[in-house]
């Protein structure tokens, strides 16, 4: 069985407008998630830290509402 092997450029240009509109997207989030630097846990959390800080957010703060019930 013989396999006819379509590119993207293809499928790109025999899509309707809102088609177009729609896998540019796909492809725009795919590429940014591609070359976004991966972070971390602790870079993560410090950087979480640091804005909670930033914002008010004090030791004492924090201890009260972990212990709320």
């Not at 729609?22 to 940014?32: E, N, R, T």
């Amino acid at each position: 069985m013989n396999k006819k092997i379509i590119t993207i450029p293809e499928i790109f240009e025999t899509a309707s407008e809102e088609q177009q509109r729609k896998l540019g997207a796909l492809f725009s989030l795919q590429l940014s998630e591609i070359a976004r630097p991966k972070r971390t846990l602790e870079e993560v959390m410090s950087d979480m830290s640091d804005k909670a800080q930033e914002r008010g957010l004090t030791p004492e703060i924090l201890e009260s509402l972990l212990h709320e019930e």
